[in-house]
């Protein structure tokens, strides 16, 4: 049931791998003779435009698709090395050219749709013969060079990394190319069959597991950042577990990264694991089944996680309520005098431009005052946001959605559970606990993804009724 949670967590760690192991295979392939052979002429447009016409084969007709033979794998090692050549600027141009001109023949498929319509009234084989034939147009002529990509040495890796440069291109909106967004879309879905779980292989991490993939897991750690070789040696030591999930094809990249801590009870402040324990990330079944093979007695499994966009989300709230003048609907009066009385501020817009402020910053945080006047509000703000905020029906937030299509049930936020710039800047300190009730992981699981309905306990069901009651969206 990881599938989705596990790509779209392969997705979010790729951004900083690099072209090494790419490179070496590139600069000693027979074919490609030299470095020099790609001079800075050769990276215009007239070299692109060669380069892609050498090595971008024409997709094969229907009648041939599987009688053709493959483009050599020179074709392959020249694509990868000269676009590893290129800088940020010409990888633009150069996938902007190679999604443009070398993607889907729209006249041939043109004439198919035509030709579909026109055998409606004949048999069901001429039907789906041509809507077969149609199915094939549709394959863009690059798919094929990215297919053959991926069987050289290092080219599943160099596709995860030539997706993640098209991610950053989308993102930064350097290109509103539509053709860029379909290479993505092919791109997505090659690494999506590719990555599949099945194909991902689960690892115990040790402290004696190789040097390259403990430094990695290291460098990769971007929720709670591992300060020195000290501090990871205690998230693999005793009572902790590390897993990572690896592919064949890229043998020593972790692509997943799952720690846990073994403990008595749910842990409700990160601080605390960090320093003694690791965190409890049990997202997989499969990790469930490893732990419960060595400690049988096991009983609960929770997740302590990270609420990451709450506070910009909150920002944009504040925002939205103080220029549509309805500061009174998102904090009850009693609540307003309390923040007016904390931050000796007027009634109205000043009392929620002090609360704004007072978000954006960790200064709150030292006073107890504000602290107490603060919790309900940011506590039940928060439930609403992880449980009733929603992106085509799912949660808003990606950790909460990617724990409950895992079949978790959002169990308890914590207050104060992360005091560190990171943790107050992203979430006001606060954490969540998912919780892993295996026998009922497949139902919740299944009904947040059919019916879209969040399986959570009283408390988070509490601040959700305390925030309806109080406040009005």
Not at 71 to 82: A, I, R
Not at 90 to 116: C, I, M, P, W, Y
Request: aromatic share 10%.
């Amino acid at each position: 049931m990881i599938s989705h949670p596990a790509i779209w967590a392969f997705r979010s760690s790729v951004r900083c791998w690099r072209h090494r192991a790419v490179l070496k295979a590139a600069l000693q392939a027979s074919d490609v003779k030299a470095w020099r052979w790609y001079s800075s002429s050769f990276r215009g447009v007239t070299g692109m435009e060669e380069i892609l016409a050498r090595v971008v084969a024409p997709l094969p007709t229907y009648e041939t698709r599987d009688k053709s033979p493959p483009p050599p794998e020179s074709n392959s090692l020249e694509f990868m090395h000269f676009y590893s050549s290129l800088d940020k600027e010409d990888k633009l141009g150069f996938l902007t050219k190679l999604s443009q001109d070398f993607g889907v023949d729209h006249k041939n498929l043109s004439e198919l749709a035509v030709r579909l319509l026109d055998t409606q009234l004949r048999d069901l084989t001429t039907i789906l013969q041509v809507e077969d034939r149609l199915r094939y147009g549709l394959t863009p002529r690059y798919k094929q060079l990215l297919n053959h990509i991926s069987r050289v040495e290092g080219g599943v890796k160099f596709l995860v990394d030539l997706r993640a440069d098209v991610l950053e291109i989308i993102s930064s909106k350097a290109s509103e190319s539509p053709h860029i967004r379909d290479l993505n879309s092919t791109l997505k879905s090659l690494l999506t069959e590719w990555f599949s779980v099945g194909l991902l292989r689960l690892e115990r991490i040790t402290w004696q597991s190789p040097c390259e993939i403990l430094q990695k897991i290291s460098q990769y750690e971007a929720v709670h950042p591992v300060r020195n070789w000290s501090d990871l040696k205690r998230r693999v030591g005793p009572y902790r577990r590390c897993f990572a999930f690896t592919h064949a094809a890229m043998p020593m990249e972790p692509l997943v990264v799952l720690h846990v801590a073994l403990t008595e009870d749910i842990s409700d402040n990160i601080q605390s694991i960090v320093r003694e324990f690791s965190t409890l990330e049990s997202e997989e079944d499969r990790v469930v089944r490893e732990l419960q093979s060595e400690f049988p007695h096991m009983a609960m499994f929770s997740s302590l996680s990270p609420i990451p966009g709450f506070s910009s989300w909150l920002q944009g709230l504040l925002s939205q309520y103080r220029k549509e003048g309805r500061g009174s609907d998102l904090l009850s009066e009693q609540e307003w005098k309390e923040v007016e009385q904390a931050t000796d501020s007027a009634p109205g817009t000043p009392a929620m431009e002090a609360l704004r402020k007072l978000i954006t910053s960790s200064e709150w945080m030292r006073s107890e005052r504000l602290t107490c006047v603060l919790e309900p509000v940011l506590m039940r703000l928060c439930a609403w946001y992880l449980y009733g905020e929603k992106r085509r029906s799912y949660a808003l937030n990606p950790v909460a959605n990617f724990h409950l299509q895992n079949g978790a049930a959002m169990w308890r936020l914590n207050w104060h559970a992360d005091t560190s710039p990171r943790g107050v800047a992203n979430s006001c300190g606060i954490m969540v606990n998912y919780r892993y009730f295996l026998s009922d992981t497949s139902k919740n699981s299944a009904v947040y993804l059919q019916n879209k309905v969040i399986t959570a306990s009283e408390q988070v069901l509490g601040l959700v009724s305390q925030f309806q009651k109080n406040s009005k969206l």
